[in-house]
C-alpha cells in the first residue's frame, strides 16, 4: 500500500514501506540507482519523505539491512526448523569416561538420523529464495559489496547475518558435529554459492529442484555428521 493507491501509509509503516522500496531499488538499479528522491518517487511519497527518516546514504543503507533481516528471516519460520531431540547427550556426556564410547554411538546414531530434516529445511529455504525472493538476494548482494568499503554498514550486515549463522552453528551441534562453528562455515559457504550461482552466477538460467538441492545439502551433509553417511540414501530424489 502506498501514496498511489490513494491511502496515505501511516507513521508506522512509512519506514517498513521506505526500506522496502530500498530494497526493490537495488535489486532493479544497483547501489548507484539508490537515492534518497528515488525512493519517494518509487514509494509513490512527496519529497523528502525519505530524508525525513532517514538523513544520510548511510541511515538509508542500514535501514534497508535491517528490513532485508526482517524479511529473510521470514523465508524459512522458526517451526520449520528441524527441533533438537530431548535426550541428545551433552559435550560432557560425549568425553571420555566409563559410557564414552555408548555416548558417541547415540551421537552418530543421532547425526544420521537428522541429516534428512536438516537438509529439507536448507534445501526448503534456498528454493524459496531462488524462486520467489530473488530480489532480496540481488539487493544482499549490492548490500554486502557495499558494507566492505562502509564499516558502519559492515557491522550492521555482519550483526544480521549472525541470525542466520547462529542456528545454523546450533542445528549442526545438536545433529552430533564436532566442529559446528566450522562446519557451519562450510554449510552457509555452500548455501551462499549456491544461491549467487543460481542468481547471478553460471548456473543463473535455471533453478535446481527442491529435490536437487535436498539431495546436495544431505552429501555435504554426511561428510560432517558422525553416522550421517547411511542416510544419504533417504534424502528423496523425486521432482519438485
Do not use: I, K
Amino acid at each position: 500500500m502506498n501514496a498511489r493507491d490513494g491511502h496515505a501509509p501511516s507513521a508506522a509503516s512509512r519506514p517498513q514501506l521506505l526500506a522496502d522500496t530500498a530494497l526493490r531499488l537495488l535489486a532493479e538499479r544497483g547501489m548507484r540507482g539508490l537515492t534518497h528522491r528515488a525512493v519517494d518517487e518509487a514509494a509513490g511519497l512527496p519529497q523528502g519523505s525519505t530524508s525525513n527518516l532517514a538523513r544520510t546514504r548511510a541511515a538509508l543503507l542500514e535501514a534497508a539491512v535491517g528490513r532485508l533481516a526482517e524479511r529473510e528471516a521470514a523465508v524459512l519460520t522458526p517451526h520449520e526448523l528441524p527441533r533438537p531431540p530431548r535426550d541428545r547427550p551433552s559435550g560432557a556426556e560425549t568425553g571420555a569416561g566409563p559410557g564414552a564410547g555408548a555416548a558417541s554411538g547415540a551421537g552418530a546414531a543421532a547425526g544420521g538420523a537428522e541429516v534428512p530434516a536438516l537438509a529439507e529445511a536448507l534445501s526448503r529455504a534456498l528454493h524459496r529464495y531462488l524462486t520467489h525472493h530473488r530480489e532480496l538476494l540481488l539487493a544482499r548482494y549490492e548490500l554486502a559489496l557495499e558494507a566492505t568499503r562502509r564499516p558502519a554498514l559492515r557491522e550492521v550486515y555482519d550483526r544480521a547475518g549472525r541470525a542466520f549463522r547462529e542456528p545454523v552453528v546450533a542445528m549442526l551441534a545438536a545433529a552430533g558435529s564436532a566442529a559446528p562453528e566450522r562446519h557451519a562455515l562450510s554449510v552457509v559457504a555452500w548455501c551462499d554459492g549456491v544461491l549467487f550461482s543460481c542468481t547471478a552466477g553460471q548456473f543463473h538460467a535455471a533453478v535446481p529442484t527442491r529435490a536437487a538441492l535436498r539431495t546436495s545439502c544431505a552429501e555435504l551433509l554426511a561428510g560432517m555428521l558422525p553416522g550421517a553417511g547411511a542416510s544419504r540414501g533417504g534424502t528423496g530424489v523425486a521432482g519438485e
